[in-house]
């Protein structure tokens, strides 16, 4: 199965880093989740890691 097309976040150790954009409202969370690809792959974090793993950006998203 391939990624919906606008799905641009590379998994982590991917050899290619991609910027993705993160919601800063996330921010206010103790913990937010992200996932892997797959329902089973659902993991906790926190806002300022899930920056660092993917690589991403504060934007605003829609």
Do not use: C, K, T
């Not at 799905?7 to 937010?32: F, T």
Request: glycine share 10%.
């Amino acid at each position: 199965m391939q990624p919906h097309p606008s799905v641009r976040v590379a998994p982590p150790g991917h050899p290619v880093p991609l910027r993705a954009p993160v919601g800063p409202a996330l921010a206010g969370y103790a913990e937010v989740r992200a996932a892997d690809g797959v329902p089973r792959a659902v993991f906790p974090r926190a806002y300022a890691e899930l920056l660092r793993i993917a690589a991403g950006v504060p934007a605003g998203v829609a």
